[in-house]
């Protein structure tokens, strides 16, 4: 099982303990660039560029952008990664970065070929490392590390984890937890596409364990089982923290694919009525409304 | 993307697939020289890109040219869980002895491609009983899979030999053309023992798109999906009255679901995206000013890196270019929506705190 905390976070007797490093693959793209310097200023430790053919360059005038990953690797010893290339040279960038050690690699681009996150999943399971991702936001501790392009504001420290495949929905649930004083303790964005490095029950996984976690809060949408397997696997484990989801979809049209590549009801595989089910058979209340997110929580944090 | 049957049919014959007698027409003429062709008894198909085409009488058998004259016209005027008949497919009526269940599907939880094959086929997959279900990985079926399904579907001799060639082919067609699901439904054993695709269903996988130019052919996008997709954007036509706005998937799907669920009908899904523009949101503006049934629109946004002023001042361009003239009603939320409201104030668009505020003002603003 993946110790997500000890990759972003490491051990107090680390030397870089809360200071992880991280390398930005597509760093001087318009995307890359933006976000890159939105890390940075989140706190996110940048160590390193890639982009091929502008090696020796440096992004902000102090990170050093290196033409291969295995360059940036052997320079900085980074363990992640964040990927912001165009989607047709996606698996080419994250074979380079897993063949070059990176062991979490937040997977940022849209329209990635399913064949492609396959392949790259294969790979990844040969060199023990986790894929967050495609299409996904990223990841955070809010306040400490950000991986991804969400923005700081809706975010704060605290003991509830989120789990999304939407980045808006993420963006604005945990607002309205926020503001309700319902901090977090991370935040894993899936993604929205039909296959996820990180699938909601391995994500669940990350978090469950978490010593001082009070609550969990499942963000997720139509499409495949995912939500499904999860709600299985809570009534299997036992897992009894106070926790809440919110399905986005109930209207959609079925066998169109809304928005995201994995938003799609065929047949009944993936609706929004199969996921609410399993929900309530896991005793987990099903918010109507992003906004009532919050209360069902507080709701279930009294009981 | 869905193909239509006909497509699929035409994939499944280059990949060497049985098939029965078939020719697609897309009106009366045509067709009258396609029965000729083909000769009585025939069945008559709506293609259409959805399941549920039976029940629906989307397949009717004609014995003659009264019941085709009649038919044709009746099948072609159907529309099917809310789509147009693309074209009707004329197919050669088959004497067969059993129909079986046969598809190569992309396992999303499980990451691979599963076979999942039934002896009692021919009617949807919900209600297929028996299922075998069996993991690939990402190669294609070897021979030994093949006969295994073939064995477990209870199958013997040339019946199983044909059934296991059929699935080797469906899985070289799934993988080459990096399909998501193919289906064959039923998969019929013939009089004669000969195993043959009755029907068939293919989903490709979009997002493989740029490696595959040989499907660009069966791409079928209406003027307004194209521009939406050139300009970034994801838009799904639906058939209300209120243009449902937003950034980010998820988000905009929530707001249709707070919308019906408030009573209101929503005429389009449209996701700007996570790169929005004042120029992309004035694109999508447009998109919308030309959707005949919209009487509102509704916007929900959350602005992150995205800011609500870009959102802001691509309304007020539209206003001044009289691009809008419907009611406006949003929510913006996020990176400057204080800024961005005071933007808007005096205009077109009514502000609203709350997404639950602004589609109660949409729904009933729509009724005036």
Sequence with gaps: MTDIFGLLKGKPEDSDYENKGVIVQGITGAYGSLHAKQMIAYGTNVVAGVTPGKGGQKFEEKVPVYNTMQEAVDATNAKISIVFVPAKFFLQAAKDALNSGIKLLVAIPEHVPVRDTMEALELAKQKDAVIIGPNTPGLMIPELIKIGIMPPMPFKAGKIAVLSKSGTLLYEISDALTNAGFGQSITIGIGGDPVNGTRLIDAFDMVKDIPDLEGLVIVGEIGGDSEEMLAQKIIDSGFNKPSVAYIAGRAAPKEKRMGHAGAIVMGTYGSAESKVSMFNKANIPVAKRPAEVPVLLAGKMEK | ?368
């Design chain 2, 1 to 368: 993307m869905q193909l239509l049957e006909f497509q699929a049919k035409e994939l499944f014959r280059e990949y060497g697939i049985n098939l029965l007698n078939s020719i697609s027409s897309t009106n009366i003429e045509e067709g009258r020289k396609h029965a000729k062709e083909l000769g009585y008894p025939f069945v008559i198909k709506i293609q259409v890109p959805v399941g549920g085409r039976g029940k629906a009488g989307g397949i009717q058998k004609c014995q003659n040219d009264d019941e085709f004259e009649l038919k044709y016209p009746q099948v072609m005027d159907l529309e099917i869980k809310g789509e147009k008949a693309r074209a009707i497919l004329l197919e050669k009526m088959a004497d067969i002895k059993k129909e079986l269940y046969l598809s190569i599907f992309l396992n999303r939880s499980k990451r691979c491609y599963t076979i999942i094959a039934s002896a009692e086929g021919g009617v949807e997959i919900e209600s297929v009983k028996n299922q075998i279900i069996k993991e690939i990985g990402l190669g294609e079926v070897s021979d030994e899979v093949a006969n295994e399904v073939a064995n477990e579907m209870g199958l013997e001799g040339s019946i199983a030999e044909g059934v296991a060639d059929t699935l080797k082919k469906l899985s070289k067609l799934t993988i080459e053309k990096e399909a998501e699901l193919v289906e064959i439904n039923p998969l019929a054993i013939m009089q004669d023992d000969s195993v043959t695709a009755l029907d068939g269903k293919f989903v490709t996988d979009d997002n493989a798109n740029f490696r595959h130019d040989e499907l660009q052919k069966y791409q079928e996008k209406s003027e307004i999906e194209e521009q939406a997709e050139k300009s970034g954007f994801s838009l799904v036509e639906l058939d209300g009255d209120i243009a449902v706005v937003g950034n980010g998937a998820g988000l905009v799907m929530s707001t249709l679901d707070m919308l019906s669920d408030n009573g209101g009908k929503p005429a389009c899904f449209l996701d700007v995206g996570g790169g929005a523009t004042t120029e992309s949101v004035y694109e999508a503006l447009t998109l919308i000013s030309k959707l005949d049934r919209v009487k509102g629109i509704l916007v929900n946004l959350y602005g992150g890196i995205v800011k609500t002023t870009v959102v802001a001042e691509a309304f007020l361009k539209a206003y001044e270019n009289n691009l809008i003239d419907l009611p406006v009603f949003s929510r913006l939320k996020g990176t400057e929506s204080e800024k961005a409201k005071e933007m808007l104030e005096g205009s077109r668009t009514n502000i609203f705190d709350s997404v639950e505020e602004a589609i109660n003002a949409a729904v009933m603003g729509v009724k005036k």
